[in-house]
C-alpha cells in the first residue's frame, strides 16, 4: 500500500493506493460517526464494508444524474434515515459518484464528513482527490459545486479490473496530461506506482494552491480543447480522448508560440499514442465553433487563456491570437511525421 499525504492544514487526509485499500474503509472513517451512507450506482460491480452501521443509497449514470435532483433525493433519503452531522458519507463510484456524494457531503447539516473510494482510473488520479465537488446544471457542467476536501480516499487499484476498456482509456488520457506535469515516465511504472505518482503530483498542486487561485490551473492542461470537443458534442469521445487531443493540440500551440520545441512536441504525440489515444482533431471538425466555446471556457479570464508548456514548466498563457490557433489546429489535422 503506499500512502499520499495531501498537506492543507486541519483539512489535511491520506490517499491509500494499492490493490486491496478499499478493505481499509473501517479504519479511516471518523470514530465519532455511528452510521455511514454509501453512495454508489447499481450496476456497480464493487462492495464495500464500513464496518459499522449503514446503508446504500443509489444514484443513476450519466452526467444528467450529476444534479441538484439527485443532490436533494441524498439528502431527503440521508434525513428520512437519521444521518447526522457526526456520520460519515462514502462515494464509491466514478467520478460522477464522487463529484456528487461530495457534494451532497458538502450541504447536507451545512457539511458531514466524506471518505471516497474511487472505483474508475479517472476519478482515482484526478476526480476524488483535491475536494472539487459538483454537479451539473442544464445550463452547463460543473456550474454548481463546492470545494469539499474528503476525510480520506481509498484507490484501490483492484476494482480497475472490471472497468470496461473505453472508461479505462478516458482515464488514460488524464494519466498522459501528468506526464507533462513532472511525472515523467509514468508508463514504465506498474499500476499502483503510476496512480500514486499522479495523486503526488495533484496533492502537490492542491496544497499549493487549494482553491485554484492560481497554480491549481495546471491541472487543466490539455483541457481547454478537450472541452470545447466535449460540449459541441457532435464527436463521440470520451473525457480522456478529448484530453488527450487537447495536449497535442496544447503542445502545438506552445511550438508556435516558441516556448517548446520539436522534440517536446513529439514526445507528447509519443505519450499519447503509447496510450492508444488520438492525437488528431475528429473529422469534419467546425473550427470557429471549437473557438467559440474555447473563448467562453468557465477558466478563461480575459480572451483566450490556454495552459501551455515551456520553459518554467506548465503556466497558464492569456490572450492567444487566432492565427497562432490556427497554425495549431493545422498541425492535429493531418497526420505528419515528427521528428525521432
Ligand atoms: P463515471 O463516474 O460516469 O464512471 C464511468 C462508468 O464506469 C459508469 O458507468 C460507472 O458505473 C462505471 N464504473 C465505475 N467503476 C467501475 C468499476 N470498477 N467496474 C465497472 N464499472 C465501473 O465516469 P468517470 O470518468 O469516473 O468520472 C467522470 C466525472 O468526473 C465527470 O462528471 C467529471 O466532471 C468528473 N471529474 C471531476 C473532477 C474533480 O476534480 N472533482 C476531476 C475530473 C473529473
Redesign the pocket.
Known sequence: MIVVPVALGDRSYEVLVGPGVRSSLASVIPERSRRVAIVT?P????AVDPGREHRVFLMG???EA?SLATVEQLCREFSRWGLTRADTVVAL???????TA?FAAAVYHRGVAVVHV??????QI?????????V?LPEG??LV?AFWQPHAVLCDTE??????ER?YR??LG?LAKYHFLGGGRLDELPLDERVASCVRIKAEVVGSDEREGGRRAV?NYGHTLAHALETAGHYDL???EAVAIGLVYAAELARALDRIDDERVAEHRRVVSAYGLPSMLPPGVDLDELVELMARDKKAVSGLTFVLDGPRGVEPVTGIDRPVLDRAFEAIRERREEPA
Not at 463510484?93 to 463529484?99: E, K
Open positions: 450506482q450496476e456497480l460491480p464493487v449514470q450519466g452526467e450529476k463510484g466514478g467520478g460522477l459518484v464522487t463529484d461530495g474511487p472505483t474508475t482510473l479517472l476519478a484526478d476526480a476524488a482527490v483535491g475536494g472539487k465537488t459538483g451539473n457542467k460543473n459545486g476494482v480497475l479490473a472490471t472497468l470496461p472508461e478516458s482515464g488524464e491541472l470520451r473525457h480522456g
